[in-house]
């Protein structure tokens, strides 16, 4: 049976990846490795690598982007350069923007419709571990999250009067039809994720995870391709191209972060009020201490990772800017006002991320991943607000924000290690009951879902587009 499922994913993903690597040669045709022969390859590599890890359509398209992203980074901006002598004239940066439009065809072309298709074959095999699936909770939940992630990402597009450009899909100038057509995108996209990705969603953090990964997909399907496509013009997938959108870019992650976020709260509301309770499987602690715990370890931990994100302001000098959101000048208030601050994010992630991490390796990869949205969503965002001014989403101003990119890893990094420590040492304790250790065991995050590809997707682009584009 396994042996005619392997056969079964090997057969649909040559097929598939031979389709998108002949439609991407149309976008594409100077392109390193690009065409229907090296589409076969790359959907029969994926195949026997991923075929019993994409176990449903969320989880095969998390592979797949993941695939993709380490496929360019292998074949047209690593190997096939090097062998080809061409990296040592060009540099190992201007080679890769020489490469970006096949990057923006491996995600689109080849590990969105493999990752998908691989997915959705092993969705249609039944199973004793298969959770049940509620189209209804899906697009409620869904649909629900994308227009409040619609909403904050309007605020941008409302800053730069992005809504004309949107109404002008439909042969108009006005600006409520550009919000409205806003909106409807925003519900379709929620309602996808939802459909997509109910049956992986485990907790507030990874649910936030894999909505980021959804945004800058969506990056990559929505401005660069199907607007250009829908108004008539040439798709454009180069670099410069992708400069000109990075304010896009930084809405799609923000939109993204807040659908999985909102999508996680209203998925467990709905399963409290529609699903019947479990007298049985009782908590072994009861939610506000659950809570106070994950606050107080949170904060333990933010702290920790704030003194080492320190060393990173001192050498830059940003303290003083810190300073300035209390009115003041001095680095030593800068110094405090950054450690109230990083233990409060330290408490969030306490909030977000607890029973994430079997292991300390991933409790670090949800830490650096925590840190980059807080990259996009701290100093880009929420900083320039609370200073008085407006978020500028452009290059000039994350190009002189990279090093506090640097400090933000470090800080998430550290803060995730340090929950982790406590949190183990909890759970141990716990654990010397045989009565709960069962149930322990069920709550925390299990080795060998699709959060390791979601890692490699969300940080290798999240730290690479910033420099790229730039």
Sequence with gaps: MMQTSLLTAIIASVLVGALGGAISKGFVPAGFAVGALPGAAYGLVFAVCCARRAVSP???????????????????????????????????LDTARGHFPELVAYVLCLGTPLGIALGSLSAFQHGPQKQRF???????????????????????????NFFPLIAGLVDSTSLMVGISLHFIFAVIIGATFGLLFQRDIRGYGSSMGWG???GLLWWFLGPLTIMPIWQGKPVDWSVARGGELFGSLVGHIIYGLIVGLVYAAVDRLWLRLFTDSDPINREPE????????????????????????TLVMVSVGSLPTVASLVGGVSPVLGFVVHMIISALIGMSYGLLFRYESPNFGSAIS??????????????????????????????QAADALLPSLVGHLIYG??????????????????????????REARRRR?????????????????????????
């Design 366 to 395: 949800w830490g650096l991943l925590y840190g980059l949205i807080w990259w996009f969503l701290g100093p880009l965002t929420l900083m320039p607000i609370l200073l008085g001014g407006q978020f500028v989403w452009t290059m």
């Design 286 to 309: 009861g939610p506000g201490l659950r809570v106070l715990l994950s606050l107080q370890w949170g904060a333990v931990a933010g702290l920790a990772g704030g003194l080492l994100f």
């Design 212 to 214: 980021v990964g959804y």
């Design 446 to 470: 299990p080795v060998g879902t699709a959060a390791p590809a979601l890692w490699l997707f969300v940080l290798g682009l999240g730290l690479l587009l910033p420099i790229l584009l730039g």
């Design 413 to 438: 990094a550290a803060t995730a290690f340090v929950f982790a420590l406590l949190e183990r040492r909890h759970a141990d304790w716990l654990l010397v009951d045989p009565r709960l250790a069962a």
């Design 58 to 92: 969320g989880a095969g398209l998390v592979w797949g982007l993941g695939y993709a992203f380490l496929t360019w980074v292998a074949v047209p901006a690593g190997i096939l350069p090097v062998a080809m002598r061409i990296m040592p004239a060009m540099g190992m």
């Design 134 to 160: 509620s189209f209804a909770r899906a697009l409620f939940g869904g649909g629900g999250a994308g227009i409040v992630g619609g909403w904050a990402f309007g605020k941008w597009m409302e800053q730069v």
